[in-house]
Structure formats: structure tokens, C-alpha cells
């Protein structure tokens, strides 16, 4: 892994599989695993074993089917938790362990009813043990967000001390602002005794609408891995969204940044999920959302037509989706009629342009969205093709 590359950690099947009503069985949590796989992520979270005996079958089974991925399961900072985890992920060929404990004053004192000290212990115990099991062990600080900064430090330099490796800072209510974000990664980078020994990662959660801005800053300030699900799925307002990041890294060459995702794949993926988890994805969703790349207003449509890029910063076909679309509406203009018009067998002179234009326009007025059929009778029904 060069210094510039950006591990992609998935939890889609863990932190995104928390969205209430959603439930996957694991046939279809080793068809998602599958696609990951194929995707390009480092690290696939499979799930929390402890939490059910499906979780734990379905950890297991996909330790069992996927070859070269990282698979990772989830614990408290509880010795059984983590026997239970290292039992689900025997068969993985790189098993990780992801173990942590709420760091922040609100957690400590009414989660736990604890002080900072026994945290930074039981932080430690639990990376030790897990170190048992694994060579692999990422610790988390749960609401890292909403942790003073000197505390989470020290927390952190426990963890390492323990062996983890990989040091996941959530900001778990989705509160902070980037700047703020990126100046808590900047500082664990500055600040913690043993850094060279791990890496941080961003698990950016969506409350404010933040979840990709502050886990770009997190790697914009030193973070070199992205805790990230399909379509943004999670808990509440949902995670950072795995399409967002990637694509914002590929669109932003000069960040120097890069991931091993095979960008391809990322409609395919978001399509798959949305499907088995019977969750429909908003059609202004960012990247793979049904509107994403369609253009409806003749002014857009015009410039599209002339030069994709005039209103399209993304290649449709390098997120897996064949081509941009000119939606007909009663806002789009001549060039789009005449493009669809084109791509439905009729070449119009721009006197038939004309006509044909204002018989759309009234047949637009009524109905909200032309399909090809509707265009093949609009133009039969123009005066001057009759
Ligand atoms: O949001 C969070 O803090 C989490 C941890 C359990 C990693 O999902
Ligand atoms: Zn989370």
C-alpha cells in the first residue's frame, strides 16, 4: 500500500444492515460480499457476531468465501465478544478484529457510569486479548466526534501500545463540522505517542448531511482509510456514502489521493443493494441515484448535447452506467426534442422542428415525462406530417 492510497473498509453488511427494517439473510449477505469483493474494498465488516446466531453464520460464512479481502467483526470491549468474533472469522484468510469502547464524557458517564482511566484500561485489555486471536486488531473510540482531543490521544496511544493497528475515530452522532473533523485527525497525527504504527480511519456518520465532507478532511489531514457503506446506508441519517468518497478522490487528481475501488462496479453494487435490502435510493442521489446523470432543462440539455462535460463532471460510464439521459419535459427545448427525435428513427428539418415542437409542448404540459412511444405519436400527429 503506497502512502497516497486510501483504504476502502465496508460496512455495509455491519453499521449498514442497522437500518431500521432492514434485514438481509445470509445468502444475500454472501451475494453482497461477493460484488465487495469484485468492487475492490480492503476490508469487508460482515457483521457483529456476538449480537445473533445469524450474524455470527453469516461472519462465518463469508470468512469462508472471500479470498482476498479483508474480513473484519465487530465487538464491545468484552472478552466474550471477541472470543466469539475470532470463533466467526476462523475460516477468513485475513481475519480482523474491530474492537472499541465510547469515549466521550456523555459515554463515559452514562453508557458506563466509568471515569477516563478504567476507559483507557478496558481499552487496552481489549486490544490485548484480541491480539490473541489475530494479528489484525483496529480499535474504535465510539463518538471519537464528541471526545476532547487530549483524552482520545491518550486513548489512542493505549491502543497502539495494545498492538491495534488501525485506530478508527467515529464520529458517531455525525455532529462535527469538517474543519473540526479534520483538525481532530490532524492532531491524533501531531499528537499521539506511536502513530507511525497504525493508521486512522474515518467512520463518518450523515446527521447534519456531513458524512463525506468530514471523512475527506479526515484524509485530507492523515487519515489513510474510509469506514463507508453502499448508498449511504445506516443507522438514522445513514453513513458516509462509499460511491461519494471514491468518486470525489478520482474527480480530485491533484489531492494525491487514490483507492483501489474499480469504479465500474459502483452502480451495479448500489442497484444490488438497494434490491435485497428494500431500501429505494432517492433519485437525486449523488452518483447512482436515477437523476444523476439526467438532464431535463433545455438550457442543460443544449450545452449536454453539444459537450457532455458542460454540465457533467463524471463520465456516466465510469460509475457503471451506460449513458447520460435527455428527459423530455415541458422545460426541455428544440435540441432535445431533435436529439430524441433523432435516437427514435426521425431526422427533422428544422422547419418540421418547429411544428413538431409545438405539438410536444402541449402534449408536455399534460404529461409530465415523453417516452419514445409518445414521441413517435407526437410527430405522426404534427401538421406537417401529415
Ligand atoms: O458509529 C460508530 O461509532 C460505530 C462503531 C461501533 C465503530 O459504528
Ligand atoms: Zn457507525
New binding site residues.
Given amino acids: 500500500m503506497s502512502d497516497n492510497n486510501v483504504q476502502i473498509f465496508d460496512t455495509t453488511l455491519r ?1 449498514g444492515e442497522q437500518v431500521p427494517g432492514c434485514k438481509l439473510n445470509t445468502d444475500q449477505k454472501l451475494i453482497i460480499a461477493e460484488q465487495l469483493e469484485q468492487l475492490g474494498v480492503d476490508v469487508i465488516e460482515a457483521g457483529f457476531p456476538v449480537s445473533s446466531p445469524g450474524d455470527f453464520k453469516s461472519v462465518e460464512e463469508i470468512s469462508k468465501l472471500v479470498k482476498n479481502t479483508i474480513v473484519c467483526g ?1 465487538t464491545r470491549a468484552v472478552e466474550n465478544d471477541i472470543k466469539v468474533a475470532a470463533e466467526a472469522l476462523k475460516y477468513a484468510k485475513h481475519p480482523r478484529i ?1 474492537t ?1 469502547i465510547g469515549t466521550s464524557a456523555s459515554h463515559i458517564k452514562y453508557k458506563f457510569n466509568s471515569n477516563q482511566d478504567a476507559i483507557l484500561e478496558r481499552a487496552f485489555e481489549a486490544v490485548k486479548f484480541a491480539k490473541r486471536f489475530v494479528e489484525d486488531v483496529e480499535f ?1 473510540a ?2 471519537a466526534g464528541r471526545t476532547d482531543n487530549e483524552f482520545l490521544a491518550r486513548v489512542c496511544e493505549m491502543a497502539i501500545k495494545a498492538g491495534a493497528t488501525v485506530l ?1 475515530i ?1 464520529d ?1 452522532t455525525g455532529y462535527c463540522l469538517p474543519s473540526e473533523y479534520g483538525a481532530k485527525i490532524k492532531y491524533l497525527k501531531e499528537n499521539v505517542k506511536g502513530i507511525e504504527k497504525a493508521i486512522l480511519s474515518c ?1 463518518c ?1 450523515n446527521d447534519l448531511g456531513l458524512a463525506t465532507a468530514n471523512s475527506i478532511e479526515g484524509v485530507i489531514n492523515g487519515a489513510r482509510q474510509i469506514e463507508c457503506t453502499i448508498n449511504g446506508i445506516g443507522e438514522r441519517a445513514g453513513n458516509t456514502a462509499l460511491e461519494e468518497v471514491v468518486m470525489v478522490l478520482k474527480q480530485h487528481p491533484y489531492l494525491n489521493l487514490d483507492t483501489n475501488i474499480k469504479t465500474e462496479h459502483l452502480y451495479g453494487i448500489s442497484q444490488l443493494v438497494s434490491e435485497n435490502m428494500g431500501i429505494y435510493t432517492q433519485p437525486n442521489k449523488a452518483i447512482v441515484g436515477a437523476n444523476a446523470f439526467a438532464h431535463s432543462s433545455g438550457i442543460h440539455q443544449d450545452g449536454v448535447i453539444k459537450n457532455r462535460e458542460t454540465y457533467e463532471i463524471i463520465n456516466p460510464k465510469d460509475v457503471g452506467v451506460t449513458e447520460s439521459a435527455i428527459v423530455l419535459t415541458a422545460r426541455s427545448g428544440r435540441a432535445a426534442l431533435a436529439y430524441r427525435a433523432k435516437n427514435v428513427g426521425y431526422e427533422l428539418t428544422k422547419l418540421q422542428l418547429d411544428a413538431v415542437y409545438a405539438n410536444f409542448l402541449d402534449f408536455a404540459d399534460v404529461n409530465k415525462e415523453i417516452n419514445d412511444t409518445d414521441i413517435h405519436q407526437i410527430i405522426e400527429t404534427s401538421k406537417v406530417y401529415q
Fill in positions: 453499521d465487530l474491530h472499541g474504535y465510539e463518538d478508527n467515529p458517531t467512520h456518520h
